[in-house]
Every structure is written in C-alpha cells, then in structure tokens.
Nanobody, 126 residues
Framework: QVQLVESGGGLVQDGGSLRLSCAAS????????TGWFRQVPGKEREFVAG??????????YYTDSVKGRFTISRDNAKNTVYLQMNNLKPEDTAVYYC?????????????????WGQGTQVTVSS
C-alpha cells in the first residue's frame, strides 16, 4: 500500500511558475516509479512527466507539450517527487495528480498506475 499527497497547486499568471510536491508513504514506495498526470473536466487523464525509482537511475520522461518547461525530480530522503513548472500557459490549467506504478521503466498510460493522490488544482490565468 502506498499513500500519496499532492500539494503546491494554485493560481498563477501566464508565464509564471509553480512547484508541485507529491509526498509518498508506505513500506514499498521505493519500488515504484512515479508519474504526474493532469485532467480537465470532460477530458481523459493526460500523462505529464515521470521518473523511475532510484534503483533504476531516476530516469525522467515527459510529454512533448511540457518539455523544456517542466522538470520532475525526487528527494529520496523525503520520499517526495516534485514537478517544477515554469513558463506556465493557460492550457496547463488542470487538476494535477501524482501516481505510482511498478511497470518497468515507468509508463505513459494511467491504467498502468496502482495508487493515486487526491489531486491539486493548477489554474493559469491569461
């Protein structure tokens, strides 16, 4: 069992920055790869960024629309994964979720993820 709690969402202007945090707990968390997803009403949950476990080298990967603007990282001592979001755009507005999967190398598919946080709202005003 893994518990995930997101924080750091809020309202920001076009071009601004936010840092989301995903604090994890549970005895097996270190065996999971972590991903960030986002969802807007009426649309499917969309993959944003992922990072593999420390044992797998902490490899990062992103969806094309956020490359160069978002950075995912992890603090293993704190069991926390971060999503630094720079140059935010109105189309980044969504509820952001973190989730974990044991799929080797991580996954872009939300169906591969086993545990989810409750989500945090990010709103970018134009």
């Amino acid at each position: 069992q893994v518990q995930l709690v997101e924080s750091g969402g809020g309202l920001v202007q076009d071009g601004g920055s936010l840092r989301l945090s995903c604090a994890a707990s549970g005895p097996t968390y270190s065996n999971y790869n972590t991903g960030w997803f986002r969802q807007v009403p009426g649309k499917e949950r969309e993959f944003v960024a992922g990072i593999t476990t420390r044992w797998s080298g902490g490899v990062t990967y992103y969806t094309d629309s956020v490359k160069g603007r978002f950075t995912i990282s992890r603090d293993n001592a704190k069991n926390t994964v971060y999503l630094q979001m720079n140059n935010l755009k109105p189309e980044d507005t969504a509820v952001y979720y973190c989730a974990v999967t044991q799929r080797i190398g991580g996954s872009f598919d939300p169906r591969s993820y086993d545990y989810w946080g409750q989500g945090t709202q990010v709103t970018v005003s134009s």
